[in-house]
């Protein structure tokens, strides 16, 4: 078999998902007629593949999960939203009268989270973005972009990133998933194996892949509170709070202490 | 990355989109709570990949394509479904009183078939079962089940099969897609690589991706109407009639030369 071609796979998604949405651009159509929905396909190093569909990328509040509500409220001041992808969230926040700036490393989530009206954008990393001279009261990760942390290796340079971005008092936001409730074999033997390399069991090594485009692989933690913790120690950052009343979903906030 | 499981990646897919139909049993939930559609992941050999809902796969006639519904209308005698799948269309004519046989070679969608009720089902392939002593008046492929007829090199012993499982005057009704009307470059691009290895452009190297098992990589052909009479030439069979006011979907009906 031919490898895809490594590029935006979520930017070319998130434009397709975002043609259907709206109901105009090039679509995918079941032999040029149908319309098909649009599916993100994620395989992961095992060999496990799963498909989502790709529209909760624009859903309306009326369809979030309840945890994505109550992390608003959880927003204070200047929000960056790390991983904005379309602006779901994002969006919201501004026409809620919030500052809020979105920050993708997709240039096809940036290009629609503008289209459908997110004023502030970034196209970067959170790293190279952190040398800019703007400061942040709130960062925003949800869509389990807790993730984002990746695990023990680049938790410490994730988290400094985010702490040169923070005004005085700034906290994270973020949603993570525990991933240990399951009994699935499938996902059972691969915790194992993960903690047998020394990674955390959750610690996803995954790509996205859509149509002949695949992402590079990445790491993306799925972690419990108690891993969390143990990737704050000594990076500046303390966990305040924990919601987890939709267990296995949670909200942690977290703060810079002084 | 590993290699995913060789297994019955299409059962196991139509055992899940079953549980979720009935709402009962073992089915895929995010966070092991919210309900997850069924997706089926189709892997081809250009790294193209592509995923659709399985539930097409469980519906009823009130959500079929046109071209579905008049297939119904082609049926004569004793009708053999090859592809049965989970039973969408062979069902339905189990209810109307046809004589109607259901051959899959995926264990778990000839389960979810009798389940739902098929009573006479075969799991073979056509070659074994062709040795068997019973006749059929049609053989059904629907579902783009023309697609089994592979290329040149497999059907002179598909076609040869069902000729030996054929009862006089018997027909074949099977479902096609014309693929050559695209201007997708990828596509168009992949059917000039088939062309260039001798095969036909619309022929399909793929395999299917459920969770952690995949199929084996097989053919699956995707042609226009010229082709499929080329690949008729010394079976026996001949073209009696196209219907392809669905057009990229046709049907074409073939008879057995007296």
Redesign the interface.
């Known amino acids: 078999?031919?490898?895809?071609?490594t590029g935006d796979a979520f930017g070319e998604m998130i434009r397709d998902a975002y043609a259907v949405h709206i109901g105009a651009g090039r679509r995918p159509l079941a032999?040029?007629r149908?319309p098909?929905?649009v599916?993100?396909?994620i395989?992961r190093?095992?060999?496990?593949?799963?498909?989502?569909?790709a529209a909760h990328y624009l859903s309306e509040p009326a369809d979030w999960?309840p945890f994505d509500h109550r992390a608003m409220t959880f927003c204070r001041g200047r929000v960056l939203d790390v991983g904005v992808g379309a602006g779901r969230t994002a969006i919201e926040l501004q026409r809620r009268g919030i500052a809020i700036t979105g920050l993708d490393t997709s240039a096809g989530a940036i290009e629609v989270a503008r289209k459908r009206g997110l004023r502030d954008t970034v196209l970067n990393t959170v790293d190279e973005f952190s040398r800019a001279s703007v400061r942040y009261d709130t960062f925003l990760l949800l869509g389990n972009n807790l993730g984002l942390i990746e695990g023990r290796e680049r938790a410490p340079a994730f988290l400094a990133a985010l702490a040169r971005l923070a005004a005085p008092g700034a906290r994270i936001v973020a949603q993570g998933?525990d991933p240990y409730?399951?009994t699935d074999p499938?996902q059972v033997a691969y915790h194992e194996e993960n903690r047998a390399r020394g990674r955390f069991g959750g610690q996803l090594r995954i790509r996205l892949?859509?149509?002949?485009v695949?992402s590079d692989?990445f790491d993306y933690l799925n972690c419990s509170v108690d891993e969390l913790e143990e990737l704050l120690k000594g990076t500046g950052w303390r966990l305040k709070s924990v919601d987890d009343q939709?267990h296995?979903?949670y909200l942690a906030v977290m703060e810079l202490m002084e």
């Open positions: 078999m031919t490898e895809p071609t032999g040029g149908y098909r929905p599916i993100e396909v395989e190093d095992d060999g496990l593949i799963n498909g989502a569909l999960r998933t409730g399951t499938v892949r859509y149509r002949e695949a692989w939709d296995p979903y």
